[in-house]
């Protein structure tokens, strides 16, 4: 009994040291996780130099491009467009905000306009504006413009607030179980839209394209895929999701094993493919959070939104290191032998979960919301 009494005893005293100082134990964790995160980057960076550069080398350069670079200017600058753009905002895009909110006439006008450019990347718009009207600060005050006003009227409108509902929890082993495909596509996905955005110009220019034509590059590439959203989305409402997802990859894939396979086709031709791989492969995240999404209760969506946005995010991370690690073996033709080696893994990871469950039935799925992930 008193050995019984003296772990009780144990017990209860470490269970409310964990209690009042809950607080410190907590920074603790966070502090040790921070420390390790950086010692592994340290190592990593000794040990693969090529795939990655030891912290404090990184924390040099940012001193000396805080010292005597061009980071205080840039960011200098960038104070500078985003005060100009919030002035141009506060004067105007009010006034059409409302008028787009509360004049149902000029809203139908105005609505494919807003919704294509609250659903595209800001990034996009800068190779076609950049192209039309130069780089300069009016240029990037006009990107931001027409972003910010596509915005406004959506905060301004007029919607009925949707039903409150206690939020449920969805680990992320249990979201696997639940929808294996939807979960790795959205891995995909990451990997996939990171390696266009971040790699593509430096593939274009390793093709050796000019400043324009890297830009039109970047622009066909992003942009189609404000094409692809509503009927792929249309169609997946329709049929089985999976089979969807099959098509988009079986023809991304075909499309990037043709402009690796066909280095030397004419630009027009190249542009097309590159646009049709982009618009297809970037629809990815949204079929695959939709099919998620059918087979949870509302409750568990913003669980379980957390979860698939952190895959998301730990491919995107992934994508651009794997990308340029091949491109500097192999040179620009591993930018899409990369692209089309993901999509065709997931189409066969697809074809085989196609063997394992049956579709959702129709009238159990969510609809479909075109939608890209953003920081």
């Known amino acids: 009994m008193a050995a019984v009494g003296r772990i009780d005893s144990f017990e209860s005293r470490l269970a409310r040291f964990r209690l009042v100082n809950a607080w410190w134990i907590r920074l603790a964790c966070y502090a040790l996780s921070i420390v390790l995160l950086l ?11 090529v795939l990655f550069v030891p912290f404090t080398t990184t924390m040099g350069r940012l001193w000396d491009m805080l010292q005597s ?9 960038s104070a500078k467009l985003y005060g100009v753009t919030l002035a141009i905002n506060i004067v105007v895009g009010v006034i059409v905000g409302l008028l787009l909110a509360r004049i149902k006439l000029i809203a139908a006008a105005f609505e494919p306009y807003i919704y294509i450019l609250y ?33 406004v009227p959506i905060v301004l409108s007029a919607q009925q607030i949707p039903e409150r509902a206690a939020p449920g929890k969805v680990r992320l082993l249990e979201l696997y179980r639940n929808s294996p495909l939807g979960v790795v596509g959205v891995t995909v996905s990451g990997l996939t839209s990171a390696i266009v955005f971040s ?11 000019e400043t324009d034509a890297v830009a039109t590059f970047m622009g066909v590439s992003i942009l189609a895929a404000v094409v692809t959203q509503y009927p792929v989305g249309r169609l997946s409402d329709r049929v089985d999701r999976r ?7 079986s023809l991304a894939t075909v499309v990037a094993g043709s402009i690796v396979a066909f280095p030397s ?5 190249f542009l097309t493919l590159a646009g049709l791989f982009s618009g297809l492969v970037l629809t990815l995240y949204s079929l695959s959070t939709s099919h998620v999404n059918d087979k949870l ?9 957390s979860a698939l946005l952190l895959m998301n995010g730990t491919g995107a991370a992934l994508g651009p290191v794997l990308s340029g690690s091949l491109m500097s073996l192999f040179g620009p033709r591993a930018y899409f032998a990369n692209l089309g080696t993901l999509t065709g893994a997931l189409l066969l990871f ?13 009238d159990q799925k969510t609809p479909f919301v075109g939608t890209e992930p953003s920081a």
Not at 199 to 209: D, N, S
Not at 243 to 249: F, P
Request: glycine share 12%; aromatic share 8%.
């Open 39 to 49: 010692g592994t980057w340290q190592a990593l960076g000794h040990s693969f130099g």
């Open 69 to 77: 670079g061009p980071l205080l200017p840039g960011l200098a600058v």
């Open 119 to 151: 659903a595209t990347p800001t990034i996009s718009l800068v190779p076609f504006v950049s192209v039309m009207f130069g780089f300069d600060f009016g240029s990037r005050v006009l990107v931001s413009v027409l972003i910010s006003l596509a915005l």
């Open 199 to 209: 790699m593509g110009p430096v593939y274009a220019r390793l093709k050796g394209l």
């Open 243 to 249: 089979t969807v997802i099959a098509g988009i990859c």
């Open 265 to 269: 086709i004419p630009n027009g031709a």
């Open 297 to 305: 209760e509302p409750a568990q969506m913003v669980a379980a939104s």
């Open 350 to 362: 697809d074809l085989w979960r196609k063997t394992r469950r049956r579709p959702v039935p129709r």
